[in-house]
T-cell receptor, first 111, second 114 residues
Framework: AQSVSQHNHHVILSEAASLELGCNYS??????LFWYVQYPGQHLQLLLK??????LVKGIKGFEAEFIKSKFSFNLRKPSVQWSDTAEYFC?????????FGAGTRLAVHP | DSGVTQTPKHLITATGQRVTLRCSPR?????VYWYQQSLDQGLQFLIQ???????AKGNILERFSAQQFPDLHSELNLSSLELGDSALYFC?????????????FGEGSRLTVL
């Protein structure tokens, strides 16, 4: 069965700090991987996605993620966070007709 | 604005009651997905429809049912409500299946069961 595990439930950072959010998945076939973000009071929106090709994927707002097949991981990174990055971040794996989400990581960035 | 519309935004009801949540997908999207988001369970996939047909089922309770109509809007029916059904219910849509593209989410319907 598909599953997604996010290692950190809550992360608190100061502005300009670097960010890395862990995500591991299990799935028995070819996967498509996603990171979604949910800003306070808003709907989920796509940050970035990986289908194939270059395992380093760049998304919006300076985020990137690296797919490491041998580790079943798809970690999200950002070199320097801003206060406006305060949000909840969800890793997701797409299989046949399903998008399965991890439990989410709440990120709080302090000025 | 994602283009996905959900109504109502907020709903308060009592245990044992039945409610219907409505979703209008983005123009042109044939797939509709329903998710339940609660504090203890995270974002749980409930069910997916594609062009009127059920395509995938997740952790959807037997008390819950859904359908997608010919105009592609979808409804999620929740019956015999329990306190634990209090959650944010999201609808999402996509052009094809979940594995091939991005899902566009509505703003959710917040259900409170008292």
């Amino acid at each position: 069965a598909q599953s997604v595990s996010q290692h950190n439930h809550h992360v608190i950072l100061s502005e300009a700090a670097s960010l890395e959010l862990g995500c591991n998945y299990s799935y028995g076939g070819t996967v498509n991987l996603f990171w979604y973000v949910q800003y306070p009071g808003q709907h989920l929106q796509l940050l970035l996605k990986y289908f194939s090709g270059d395992p380093l994927v760049k998304g919006i707002k300076g985020f990137e993620a690296e797919f490491i097949k041998s580790k079943f991981s798809f970690n999200l990174r950002k070199p320097s966070v801003q206060w406006s990055d305060t949000a909840e971040y969800f890793c997701a794996v797409g299989g046949y007709n399903k998008l399965i989400f991890g439990a989410g990581t709440r990120l709080a960035v302090h000025p | 604005d994602s283009g996905v519309t959900q109504t109502p935004k907020h709903l308060i009801t009592a245990t044992g009651q039945r409610v219907t949540l409505r979703c209008s997908p983005r123009s042109g999207d044939l797939s509709v997905y329903w998710y339940q988001q609660s504090l203890d369970q995270g974002l749980q996939f409930l069910i997916q429809y594609y062009n009127g047909e059920e395509r995938a089922k997740g952790n959807i309770l037997e008390r819950f049912s859904a359908q997608q109509f010919p105009d592609l809007h979808s409804e999620l029916n929740l019956s015999s409500l329990e306190l634990g059904d209090s959650a944010l219910y999201f609808c999402a849509s996509s052009e094809g299946g979940a594995n091939t593209g991005e899902l566009f989410f509505g703003e959710g319907s917040r259900l409170t069961v008292l």
